[in-house]
């Protein structure tokens, strides 16, 4: 594996760690993978899962470029009038026209992650260059199937212990002088604070979106957790908000129940990893006729392990 530090866009101002196969390990003709900041993180992410995430994908003979959008991280601000949105496009897109340029890479899987998310939503659909996409904890929408699995949050015992130990003092010191409020997920709704403002697209829009992606030969994985007071909490919810899969099995949904929204537990952090990666190198193994073809319909965890982190 080796990584390389690279800046590129106008006038030099986006920076980023590119990261490759060693020699013998390369496949040739492999699409690229591009990751960005989540939220005010950095290119590395929460708690380094997209290092962790580029040096699997090298183990697997996939490249892949991390890099900070203009104005965070070590990326310089773009002087222009333009949108966040239609700024983070063009950072992508000159990462894009980077590896190109001087790598020969004529494709690319992005990968988002919460609020990257929108980004790479956007670019799968408007540029045939995206081979398939990685989204984790993308877009959510509650269903009917969602409110039905919704009061099994009051049996988890999990909830119950960390409310236990929360709130156990202050209950015993108040008590008789102060109604006590027995939700399990209050104290999660009250420590997310005031949440940055995303605009959603409509659920129906969503789907259509969904379709048309994996309509062209896209092939798509969604990463979902159920940890903490989320909009998604069962497996099938996926299938519920698009109106059920389309033909080819482009589409791929992977499940974790008790995963938090950062993966902050590392065995959490280790499975989504290895997932991403596994992902990658069996759906893109014939890349290089540059033809989009079905991907396969399941996926085997691979028992590798990860490298410990240390560079950015």
Not at 45 to 69: H, K, M, N, T
Not at 129 to 135: E, I
Not at 203 to 221: E, I, K, P, T, Y
Not at 229 to 235: I, S, V, W
Request: charged share 25%; hydrophobic share 40%; proline share 5%.
């Amino acid at each position: 594996m080796i990584e390389r530090a690279m800046v590129f866009g106008a006038g030099g101002g986006l920076a980023g760690v590119y990261t490759e196969p060693s020699p013998d390990a390369g496949r040739p003709g492999l699409p690229a993978v591009l990751m960005w900041n989540v939220g005010i993180h950095h290119r590395v992410g929460p708690y380094r899962i997209q290092v962790d995430i580029a040096r699997e994908l090298a183990r697997r003979g996939i490249a892949s470029l991390r890099f900070d959008l203009s104005g965070m991280g070590d990326s310089e601000i773009r002087q222009d009038s333009r949108t966040d949105r239609e700024r983070a496009l063009d950072d992508v897109r000159d990462a894009m026209a980077l590896l190109e340029k001087r790598r020969g890479v004529r494709q690319f899987v992005p990968l988002g992650f919460c609020s990257s998310v929108d980004s790479v939503h956007a670019l799968t659909l408007s540029d045939e260059r995206v081979a398939g996409a990685c989204f984790i904890e993308g877009y959510a929408y509650r269903t009917l199937g969602f409110w039905l699995h919704y009061p099994m949050r009051l049996l988890d015992p999990i909830r119950w212990k960390r409310r236990a130990v929360r709130k156990l003092p202050s209950w015993l010191s108040s008590w008789g002088t102060k109604r006590i409020v027995i939700d399990p997920v209050e104290d999660e709704r009250a420590a997310l604070g005031p949440i940055f403002g995303r605009e959603y697209p409509s659920r129906a829009r969503f789907a259509a979106d969904v379709h048309q992606m994996a309509a062209r030969g896209a092939r798509l994985l969604f990463l979902y957790v159920g940890g903490g007071d989320t909009d998604f909490n069962h497996a099938g919810q996926f299938e519920e908000m698009i109106g059920g899969m389309p033909a080819g099995r482009n589409i791929e949904v992977t499940y974790y129940g008790r995963a938090d929204h950062t993966f902050f537990r590392a065995d959490d952090r280790r499975r989504a990893v290895l997932r991403i990666a596994d992902w990658a190198s069996q759906t893109f193994p014939s890349m290089a006729g540059a033809t989009l073809e079905r991907a396969p319909s399941s996926v085997r965890l691979a028992a590798s392990s990860l490298m410990p982190p240390r560079a950015e």
